[in-house]
C-alpha cells in the first residue's frame, strides 16, 4: 500500500467527510480480506514473555508482533506524585480502548529539582523511582508494553547537559562541552551506573527487578542523540557500541534500540539526499549495524524540521523518509523498525484536526502496507498522550483521546488493523 499524502486544506475538508474517508478506508482494508476484531477497554492479560526478533521482524512466542502505539514520556515524574496517578491511569485506560499495546516514556530524570530521579551521580530519589514501579505495574495489568528510554540528548529532564554540569561541579578534569559526554570517561561511567541502577531496580508493586519483567518491551540508550563536534556520526556510535555492549552484559532478555531520529551519517552519502537538508551527528546505518542494538527507530516532524515549506512538500519529504528507512532496514540492517515519534503540531499555520488526523492516516497507511507485504516495520508510536487537565504538558503534538473523537478514531481504527494483520500472519 503506498503512502497517501494530503494537502491539508483544511478549510476545505470538514471533520465528517474525514470521518467518511476514514470509514471508506476501513471498509477497503476489509476487501482485501482482514476482518477487525472490536478493541474493548477490558483489562488484558499480563505480559509473561519476552518481545524478541527474528528474521527482522517483532516475534512474540514465535509468532510475529505488531501493535500501534504512543509516547507519554511524562508518567513517571506525575506518578511520583501520589495523588497525580490517575492521569497516568487514565491514559493506560485510553490507550488500551483505543487498541494501543505499547507505550514509549521516560526512565529518567536528572537533576531536576523535586521531580529527580538522579539527583546527583549514584544518588537517586525512592519517590520518584516509585512512580516508576507504578507505571510498570500499571501497563502490565493491562498489557501494555514499555520502551523505556534511559537518558535524553536535551536539557529537558536533564539529560546529556546534567551529566557535563554534574561532572564540571565535582571538578572533574578535562570536561569541555555537552559532546564530551559521549567520550569523557567520567561521564560515561555515571551513565553506566544509570543504566545498571535502572535495570537491577527490583519494582516495589510488582516485585520483579526491571531486567527480568517482560512488560518492558526494550530499553532505548538516549532520546534523539546528536554531536555538534563529529557530524559523521563516528563518535556517537562509538558510545552506542560501548553503551550497548555494557546494557547486554546486565539484560540480555530485552531488546535495545539506540533512541535516533533516523539521520543518515557520512557512511551513506546517497542516502544523505533524504536528510531534511541537514546532519546531526548521527549515522543511522553504522549505529543500528552493531550487534547490540536489535531494531532501528526513525522519528519525523516534517513541520519544524522543513518549517517554511509546503504542506505538499512537507508530506513528500515524509514520505521519502520513511520509504528510505524501511528499504535501509530490509536490505542493510536487516532488523526490525519502529517509527518511534510522530506528530502535526497545533502550532503549525493553518492547522486544524482534520490536517492532523489526515497526517497520521498517512503515515499509518504507509506502517500497514508494508508491515503487511512483509517489510520489517513493527508498528508506530504516535507523539503525545496526555490526561485531562494536563494543559501545562501542552508541546503543540499533545492528543488527549477522550476530547478528539476523531483522532481517537484514526488511532483505533489502525490498531485494529495492525492486530488484525497479526492475525493473519500467525496463521499464515
Not at 533516523?262 to 552519502?269: E, H, I
Amino acid at each position: 500500500m503506498a503512502s497517501l499524502i494530503f494537502p491539508y486544506a483544511s478549510h476545505l475538508i470538514t471533520t465528517s467527510v474525514t470521518i467518511l474517508l476514514l470509514a471508506l478506508l476501513c471498509c477497503t482494508t476489509r476487501t482485501i480480506g482482514i476482518q477487525f476484531d472490536p478493541i474493548t477497554s477490558s483489562t488484558s492479560s499480563p505480559p509473561s514473555s519476552f518481545v524478541q526478533t527474528k528474521n527482522a521482524q517483532f516475534v512474540l512466542n514465535g509468532a510475529p508482533f505488531l501493535f500501534n502505539g504512543f509516547n507519554s514520556y511524562w508518567m513517571m515524574t506525575v506518578a511520583a506524585q501520589v495523588d497525580q496517578r490517575h492521569k497516568v491511569t487514565e491514559v493506560f485506560d485510553q490507550a488500551r480502548a483505543a487498541g494501543l499495546t505499547v507505550c514509549r516514556t521516560w526512565a529518567f530524570s536528572d537533576g531536576t529539582g523535586d521531580q529527580a530521579l538522579q539527583i546527583t551521580p549514584g544518588l537517586y530519589s525512592e519517590p520518584v523511582f516509585q512512580g516508576l514501579d507504578f507505571v510498570i505495574s500499571e501497563a502490565k495489568k493491562r498489557g501494555i508494553r514499555l520502551i523505556l528510554t534511559l537518558t535524553n540528548n536535551y536539557k529537558d529532564f536533564g539529560g546529556r547537559q546534567q551529566y557535563v554540569a554534574w561532572a564540571r561541579t565535582l571538578g572533574v578534569p578535562g570536561v569541555g562541552g555537552d559532546d564530551d559526554f559521549y567520550t569523557h570517561p567520567v561521564l560515561k561511567w555515571y551513565y553506566k551506573n544509570h543504566i545498571a541502577r535502572v535495570l537491577t531496580r527490583i519494582n516495589t508493586i510488582t516485585g520483579t527487578a526491571y531486567k527480568d519483567d517482560p512488560t518492558i518491551m526494550a530499553w532505548e540508550l538516549i532520546n534523539e542523540p546528536r554531536c555538534e563536534i563529529d557530524s559523521s556520526g563516528d563518535t556517537i556510535t562509538g558510545w552506542v557500541q560501548e553503551m550497548g555492549s555494557y546494557l547486554k552484559l546486565i539484560d540480555n532478555k530485552h531488546l535495545l534500540a539506540v533512541g535516533m531520529e533516523g539521520f543518515y551519517g557520512d557512511s551513506t552519502p546517497d542516502r544523505k539526499q533524504f536528510n531534511p537538508g541537514y546532519q546531526v551527528g548521527t549515522d543511522f546505518i553504522t549505529s543500528n549495524l552493531l550487534e547490540s542494538i536489535d531494531f532501528a527507530t526513525i522519528h519525523a516532524y516534517p513541520d519544524a524540521w522543513l518549517a517554511g515549506q509546503s504542506r505538499y512538500e512537507q508530506m513528500t519529504f515524509l514520505q521519502k523518509w520513511m520509504s528510505s528507512h524501511l528499504t535501509d532496514s530490509r536490505t542493510i540492517l536487516r532488523k526490525p523498525l519502529v517509527f518511534a515519534e510522530f506528530g502535526l503540531s497545533k502550532k503549525a499555520t493553518g492547522y486544524a484536526n482534520v490536517g492532523r488526523d489526515l497526517f497520521l492516516n498517512a503515515v499509518y497507511g504507509t506502517i500497514f502496507g508494508s508491515a503487511r507485504y512483509g517489510g520489517t516495520i513493527g508498528g508506530g508510536l504516535v507523539w503525545q498522550l496526555l490526561a485531562d487537565g494536563m494543559e501545562s504538558y501542552n508541546d503543540g503534538y499533545e492528543i488527549v483521546l477522550s476530547q478528539c473523537p476523531s483522532t481517537s478514531f484514526v488511532i483505533g481504527l489502525q490498531s485494529r488493523r495492525m492486530s488484525a494483520l497479526q492475525h493473519v500472519l500467525a496463521g499464515a
